[in-house]
RNA sequence: GACCCCGUAGCUCAGCAGGAUAGAGCAUCAGAUUCCUAAUCUGAGGGUCGCGCGUUCAAGUCGCGCCGGGGUCGCCA
């Protein structure tokens, strides 16, 4: 077979780079232009930034539509129809474009040849699960930190979106060339983890005869009982009766290690895993903190003053008091926000800063802080800290998880509250598996509310996008099972060498210009730290997918195992190349793909 | 009172650096199976994109102001 690689006719990059369809003619669209100032038919210095290409809406209007002609008429000085229409003519001369029209109020519609989309498939069985790489992070750095659930409890559902979102996003990231690191911020600094420690104590009075005293404000869940346990096994009766300054640090050490412990095997077996832990209390007491601020001193950010009321509601016990203020309305914050508490201690918001410093001076371009949507209210003063510590130089994008709501057949699940623990994420997985809560959790936008309902996501249906999704994949691994059974060579390199021209069909190159959205789908949804988009395009993939396997029921020159070997192989090809498309979308999302349903 | 998120078909939600006649699933109705998995597919009906101004050649998308729902609001993390 002679065709030519369209997409891939630069190859896959170093990094199996697959540069996209979108900005292959965009570079093809920029050089026409160039190419007109240079004849005099535009005037020079025009600036290009906000020329697109894209697939229109409306498939009628062709393969891809550019704005070109609209954008650049004004500043050129010419009718947009007129330049456009000029513009046509310049790109038809390209050997993927078979035509070029103006339409509506310029847009330039291109229409391209069969082979541009037969090479697509191509190109896919030669990059496999790597084709769609983007080179889009450029080596840089991204900083991820996600979950950081305090280390009081087991983690629950709100928990497991967070991470799924956050590991999702790193996978992501991490596809189109960023250099992730995962990170988790451990909250053992602060007084939550006292009160652990007070509670624990009181299982390991327990675990010793004694009858517990859960006083209110301590934790009463049964999970600590094993903590108790353990410091019987650890430090025996030596705690006993001991007044608490001497018991409080030993346990505290204890019982946050067996709870982190706890919170690592829950994230692995939702398939996450952390590349750095960092722990809140690594910055008390080593001058970490104090350095993070003597740098806003510096910077002239840190003053000592005192606070307005905030307006309207005034709590009762509110009075004025001088105390260490961060200027963070000098980076867009509503309000300056105090470093340290009237009792001289440090507030939440002093750890937090020097832990963004430190990620700071670990070098990273851009960080990215996956929160709960009740932490909305910080989102302000944590970019004023990245964006005044970095001098501008670093962004930091925060992304809200909102909340999940738990059904069972339509009707919420309770929460067992006497037990003192929420739906767990462990319950979750144990119950539907790591690829159902994954997939599932990612079929929405992160800052709106998810429904998850333990039927329906294990419902074998359409209804389900992860069964949906799954059985196209599963469909096409069946597909080659018996091929080979056929006797067929279906490795990806032998398909790769079918006659991919044979692919002309109307649904066959419909499914292939769907595969050729993937490398522009995977930096669109990277760019907007948005992997929810990587679901949905997989949705409407397999429902492509489907529906051309469908019509294989009245059309059956559309069968994949029909037609004679040297069609079917083309067609095999089609069905691997969108097999392996869907496989590297799963991976960003951290689900395995089905080979067969059951 | 201030700030953040949300408001798109009866329901649940997409809508990609603003782009052409706003999409999908569910639900409703009508169809497709001697044939690679019908666990699927095809078609029909269903919309003042919460409301109003503004920016733009072009607004569901950007800005401002309202309305409705949720969240947060100095010494808790």
Same mark, same amino acid.
């Given at each position: 077979m002679t065709l030519a690689r369209g997409l891939g006719s630069a190859g896959p990059g170093p990094r199996g780079d697959a540069m996209s369809l979108s900005s292959e003619l965009r570079a093809v669209i920029l050089g026409r232009?160039?190419?007109?100032?240079?004849?005099?038919?535009?005037?020079?210095?025009?600036?290009?930034?906000a020329v697109t290409v894209e697939p229109p809406r409306d498939a009628g209007h062709g393969d891809m539509a550019t704005n070109a002609a609209m954008v650049l008429a004004r500043p050129a000085g010419l009718a947009p129809r007129a330049?456009?229409?000029?513009?046509?003519?310049? $790109?038809?001369?390209?050997?993927?474009? /078979?035509?070029?029209?103006?339409?509506?109020?310029?847009?330039?519609?291109?229409?391209?040849?069969?082979? %541009?989309?037969?090479g697509v498939v191509g190109d896919v069985l030669a990059g496999?699960?790597?084709?769609?790489?983007?080179?889009?992070?450029?080596?840089?750095?991204?900083? #991820?930190?996600?979950?950081?659930?305090? +280390?009081?409890?087991?983690?629950? #559902?709100?928990?497991?979106?967070?991470?799924?979102?956050? *590991?999702? $996003?790193?996978?992501?990231?991490?596809?189109?060339?960023?250099?992730?690191?995962?990170?988790?911020?451990?909250? *053992?600094?602060?007084?939550?983890? *006292?009160?652990?420690?007070?509670?624990?104590?009181?299982?390991?009075?327990?675990?010793?005869? $004694?009858?517990?005293?859960?006083?209110?404000?301590? =934790?009463?869940?049964?999970?600590?009982? /094993?903590?108790?346990?353990? $410091?019987?096994?650890?430090?025996?009766?030596?705690?006993?009766?001991? +007044?608490?300054?001497?018991?409080? /640090?030993? %346990?505290?050490?204890?019982a946050t290690a067996m709870m982190m412990d706890q919170i690592r095997e829950d994230l692995g077996r939702l398939g996450v895993r952390m590349d750095v832990f960092f722990s809140e209390k690594?910055? =008390?007491?080593?001058?970490?903190?104090?350095?993070a601020l003597a740098r806003l001193r510096d910077l002239g950010l840190l003053y000592e003053g005192v606070l307005d009321p905030p307006r309207g509601k005034t709590p009762e016990d509110w009075e004025p008091r001088e105390q260490t203020l961060f200027r963070s309305t000098l980076?867009?914050? *509503?309000?300056?926000? +105090?470093?340290?508490?009237?009792?001289? @201690?440090?507030?939440?918001?002093?750890?937090?800063?020097?832990?963004?410093?430190d990620k700071l001076e670990r070098g990273f371009d851009l960080l990215v802080d996956v929160l709960g949507a009740d932490h909305g209210g910080y989102v302000r003063r944590l970019k004023a800290v990245v964006a005044a510590l970095s001098e501008g130089r670093v962004a930091l994008d925060v992304k809200l998880v909102q909340l999940v709501r738990l059904t069972r057949g339509g009707q919420p699940v309770k929460m067992s509250k006497r037990a003192g623990t929420f739906v767990t994420l462990r319950e979750v997985v144990d119950e539907v598996g790591p690829d159902v809560a994954r997939f599932v959790m990612l079929t929405r936008k992160n800052d709106v509310a998810l429904d998850f309902d333990f039927d329906r996501v294990l419902e074998q249906s359409k209804d389900n996008p992860v069964f949906y #999704?799954?059985?196209?994949?599963?469909?096409?691994?069946?597909?080659?099972?018996?091929?080979?059974?056929?006797?067929?060579?279906?490795?990806?390199?032998?398909?790769? @060498? /079918?006659d991919l021209a044979l692919l002309d069909h109307e649904s066959e190159l419909a499914l292939a210009r769907r595969l050729a959205e993937w490398?522009?789908?995977?930096? %669109?949804?990277?760019?907007?730290?948005?992997?929810?988009?990587?679901?949905? =395009?997989?949705?409407?993939?397999a429902s492509e997918f489907h529906a051309h396997w469908t019509r294989g029921n009245e059309d059956t020159r559309l069968r994949f195992l029909e037609g004679g070997a040297i069609a079917a192989a083309a067609r095999i090809a089609l069905a691997r190349a969108v097999a392996v498309v869907i496989s590297a979308g799963l991976a960003i999302l951290g689900v395995t793909p089905a080979e067969e349903m059951r």
């Amino acid at each position: 077979m002679t065709l030519a690689r369209g997409l891939g006719s630069a190859g896959p990059g170093p990094r199996g780079d697959a540069m996209s369809l979108s900005s292959e003619l965009r570079a093809v669209i920029l050089g026409r232009i160039e190419a007109m100032v240079a004849g005099g038919d535009l005037p020079a210095g025009l600036d290009p930034a906000a020329v697109t290409v894209e697939p229109p809406r409306d498939a009628g209007h062709g393969d891809m539509a550019t704005n070109a002609a609209m954008v650049l008429a004004r500043p050129a000085g010419l009718a947009p129809r007129a330049l456009a229409e000029a513009m046509a003519r310049a $790109l038809a001369a390209d050997p993927r474009i /078979a035509a070029a029209e103006v339409a509506g109020p310029g847009f330039i519609n291109l229409r391209l040849r069969p082979w %541009v989309w037969q090479g697509v498939v191509g190109d896919v069985l030669a990059g496999g699960r790597d084709w769609g790489r983007s080179g889009l992070g450029a080596g840089r750095r991204v900083n #991820v930190e996600f979950v950081s659930a305090n +280390p009081t409890g087991p983690m629950h #559902v709100g928990h497991a979106r967070g991470a799924v979102f956050g *590991d999702a $996003l790193a996978r992501l990231l991490a596809f189109a060339g960023w250099e992730v690191t995962r990170e988790y911020y451990i909250n *053992d600094g602060g007084a939550q983890v *006292d009160v652990l420690a007070r509670s624990a104590y009181e299982r390991y009075r327990e675990a010793h005869g $004694l009858s517990p005293e859960i006083a209110e404000g301590l =934790y009463p869940g049964d999970y600590l009982i /094993a903590v108790g346990e353990a $410091l019987v096994a650890r430090f025996g009766a030596s705690l006993l009766d001991r +007044p608490e300054a001497e018991w409080l /640090a030993p %346990v505290r050490a204890t019982a946050t290690a067996m709870m982190m412990d706890q919170i690592r095997e829950d994230l692995g077996r939702l398939g996450v895993r952390m590349d750095v832990f960092f722990s809140e209390k690594s910055l =008390y007491g080593t001058g970490r903190i104090e350095a993070a601020l003597a740098r806003l001193r510096d910077l002239g950010l840190l003053y000592e003053g005192v606070l307005d009321p905030p307006r309207g509601k005034t709590p009762e016990d509110w009075e004025p008091r001088e105390q260490t203020l961060f200027r963070s309305t000098l980076h867009g914050d *509503d309000v300056d926000r +105090p470093v340290r508490k009237s009792d001289g @201690g440090w507030t939440y918001f002093a750890p937090d800063i020097a832990y963004h410093f430190d990620k700071l001076e670990r070098g990273f371009d851009l960080l990215v802080d996956v929160l709960g949507a009740d932490h909305g209210g910080y989102v302000r003063r944590l970019k004023a800290v990245v964006a005044a510590l970095s001098e501008g130089r670093v962004a930091l994008d925060v992304k809200l998880v909102q909340l999940v709501r738990l059904t069972r057949g339509g009707q919420p699940v309770k929460m067992s509250k006497r037990a003192g623990t929420f739906v767990t994420l462990r319950e979750v997985v144990d119950e539907v598996g790591p690829d159902v809560a994954r997939f599932v959790m990612l079929t929405r936008k992160n800052d709106v509310a998810l429904d998850f309902d333990f039927d329906r996501v294990l419902e074998q249906s359409k209804d389900n996008p992860v069964f949906y #999704v799954q059985y196209a994949h599963a469909r096409i691994a069946s597909l080659l099972r018996k091929a080979a059974e056929a006797g067929m060579a279906v490795t990806d390199a032998a398909l790769a @060498g /079918a006659d991919l021209a044979l692919l002309d069909h109307e649904s066959e190159l419909a499914l292939a210009r769907r595969l050729a959205e993937w490398p522009r789908l995977v930096e %669109v949804a990277a760019r907007a730290h948005e992997p929810h988009r990587v679901a949905f =395009y997989l949705y409407d993939l397999a429902s492509e997918f489907h529906a051309h396997w469908t019509r294989g029921n009245e059309d059956t020159r559309l069968r994949f195992l029909e037609g004679g070997a040297i069609a079917a192989a083309a067609r095999i090809a089609l069905a691997r190349a969108v097999a392996v498309v869907i496989s590297a979308g799963l991976a960003i999302l951290g689900v395995t793909p089905a080979e067969e349903m059951r």
